[in-house]
């Protein structure tokens, strides 16, 4: 049996539980993938003529450089192998991260979706938001050019050009980076004419840390991009709207499926545990339901 049929389940289910609130949950998707990740250790970074993430594998970089995006985000960007060859990640690919901390026995394990172009050669880069007592972030936060991580790649929703002639993305806080890597695969795609909406939750307007990006990708593909901002505590004279993602929120984006121009809409949800449960709710029954779309329209990272 290849090792991604073996532990491919065990990648998977680290990937949900770090969004899920049931400890039990994450302690078994934990033990599991940790076990895994303690055995192929020593047998990191293999060498071979592909890309490093093409395949199943662990694999350790060394870190290149961090950069402070606000007051609780960094990018960091790791070194690839091979400076000529881009990653191997396809579309939504995440990678699971994989730390040993002073004094633990198991490692501690978080997906995260890189932020860089994926065609591009010779690294990755994460946008890592630092959480109180986060014990992956705390660890990622700390790190220093020349230190080094282990990475797994997990693949995610498989992306098929024109499938859907509407993607509606809704994030929370650091729910954004797969929105991102997808948004900018579509739009940055010739031959993919798929329409993106966008509507990102966040607590400050600091908290926007990709704004810019999303306004570059809007200048340059009007009528294909829209981002919509929702931010809890706006600053004083703020030019996002106050509150939270709700059905109203959502229908004043356009995001009705209703609407004739959302029949065929596929919706991507990231987000705190609280937000996707309010979304999706229960057999049906949250605010996307209310909307009119139907549970296999709507796909969870």
């Known amino acids: 049996m290849s090792?991604?049929?073996?532990?491919?389940?065990?990648?998977r289910a680290t990937h949900r539980a770090s969004v899920m609130s049931t400890p039990v949950a994450v302690a078994a998707a934990v033990a599991g993938i940790g076990a895994c990740a303690w055995y192929l250790r020593s047998n990191s970074t293999a060498?071979?003529?592909?890309?490093?993430?093409?395949?199943?594998?662990?694999?350790t970089l060394r870190l290149h450089s961090t950069e402070l995006i606000n007051h609780n985000?960094?990018?960091?960007?790791?070194?690839?192998p091979d400076a000529s060859k881009p990653s191997g990640l396809s579309l939504?690919?995440?990678l699971l991260t994989v730390s040993w901390p002073t004094g633990r026995w198991l490692p501690v394990l978080r997906p995260y979706t890189p932020v860089n172009?994926?065609?591009e050669p010779g690294y990755i880069e994460l946008m890592v938001k630092l959480y109180p007592n986060g014990k992956q972030s705390t660890h990622l936060h700390s790190l220093q050019p020349g230190d080094t991580l282990t990475f797994a790649p997990i693949k995610e929703l498989a992306w098929?050009?024109?499938?859907?002639?509407?993607?509606?993305?809704?994030?929370?806080?650091?729910?954004?980076?797969?929105?991102?890597q997808l948004a900018r695969g579509i739009l940055g795609n010739p031959a993919d004419r798929t329409r993106?909406?966008?509507?990102?939750?966040?607590?400050?307007?600091?908290?926007?840390?990709?704004?810019?990006?999303?306004?570059?990708?809007?200048?340059?593909h009007p009528g294909r991009f829209r981002a919509v901002y929702v931010v809890a505590a706006p600053a004083p004279g703020s030019p996002h709207q106050k509150g939270f993602v709700t059905k109203q929120v959502l229908e004043k984006a356009g995001l009705a499926a209703a609407d004739a121009k959302n029949r065929d809409v596929k919706v991507l949800v990231c987000g705190p545990p609280a937000m996707e449960k309010a979304l999706k709710g229960r057999r049906g029954s949250g605010v996307l339901a209310e909307l009119g779309y139907k549970p296999e329209q709507i796909y969870s990272f």
């Open 3 to 11: 090792p991604a049929t073996q532990f491919g389940p065990l990648l």
């Open 47 to 59: 060498s071979s003529d592909k890309p490093i993430f093409s395949s199943f594998g662990f694999h």
């Open 73 to 80: 985000t960094k990018k960091l960007r790791f070194e690839l």
């Open 92 to 94: 939504t690919s995440a």
């Open 117 to 119: 172009d994926l065609n």
């Open 160 to 180: 098929t050009p024109n499938q859907h002639a509407h993607v509606a993305m809704i994030a929370g806080g650091a729910g954004i980076t797969p929105m991102y």
């Open 196 to 220: 993106v909406t966008l509507v990102w939750g966040v607590n400050t307007d600091d908290d926007l840390f990709l704004r810019d990006e999303f306004a570059a990708l809007e200048r340059a």
